[in-house]
């Protein structure tokens, strides 16, 4: 039994999703879907990378992962199956595997399926669910796709090092309204070695002591971790992090590191 997940901008309010997951069990009845998020941001191909590339890896290898994001119909967008880490990609080539991975994949095809007239304006229910579909059964990428050397590639913003100070700026707000930065832990070690740090944000409001989990500090106190993402959180203990510390996506956060 093949798995397929499905990331997309779909929603819940419209007929959209259910359209989607019906091709796709026409195709293959005893297939197991999961749905990993329809709640990103219209065509935001930066938040549905980043919640894919933090669930995916915990799938068992030759899972299928479906991408639904800005996947309209367009005469110049090209519709890729990716194979990267023994996981299969199904999406536009958009630049959004280029977000969701760190190397090179090991394989991309160009899918050559036709596509049926009465769905050119929504290739999900036909390219896309056909070429998961085909995958999920263990069936190759050549049979339903071109080689191809390039992705589309698009820039992700880096934090900036500027000698003992780390700029960062958040890059996604969670459900639970945590507020996650693009400085991973990696990073933070390397420039931090074994130094005090400040982390300041809006409202000059500042934070100095890193966090093991959530439940750390007092209820409606904030706090800095390390998630399961690897990236650095600011967050609130069963709290609104974002709304009460007035943070959002794309909001300049700033760490200093002092001798002790």
Known sequence: ??????????????????ALKGSIISLYPTVRLVDISHDIAPFNIQQAAFVLKNAYKYFPKDTVHLIGIDSVFNKDTRYLAVKH??????????????????????????????????????????IFAKAATHLAKGGTMEDIG???????????????IDGSTIRGSVIYIDSFQNVITNINKELFNQIQKNRNFELFFRRNESIKHLSW????????????????????????????????????????????????
């Not at 899918?111 to 929504?122: A, E, P, R, S, V």
């Open 1 to 18: 039994m093949g798995i397929i997940t499905l990331t997309t901008d779909l929603g819940h309010k419209d007929f959209y999703q259910a």
């Open 85 to 126: 880490k023994g996981h299969y990609f199904v999406g536009a080539d958009n630049g959004i595997f280029s977000l969701l991975f760190e190397d090179i994949p090991e394989k991309a095809v160009e899918l050559n399926i036709m596509q049926d007239l009465k769905f050119l304006h929504f290739p999900l229910t036909d």
């Open 146 to 160: 071109d080689l191809v050397e390039s992705l589309v590639k698009r820039v992700v913003i880096q934090p900036i």
């Open 213 to 260: 989990h959530y439940n750390e500090v007092p209820e409606g106190e904030k706090l800095c971790l390390f998630g399961i993402s690897n990236h650095l959180e600011i967050a609130i203990n069963k709290g609104n992090a974002s709304g009460l510390l007035g943070l959002q996506v794309g909001d300049i956060i700033r760490i200093e590191f002092k001798e002790r």
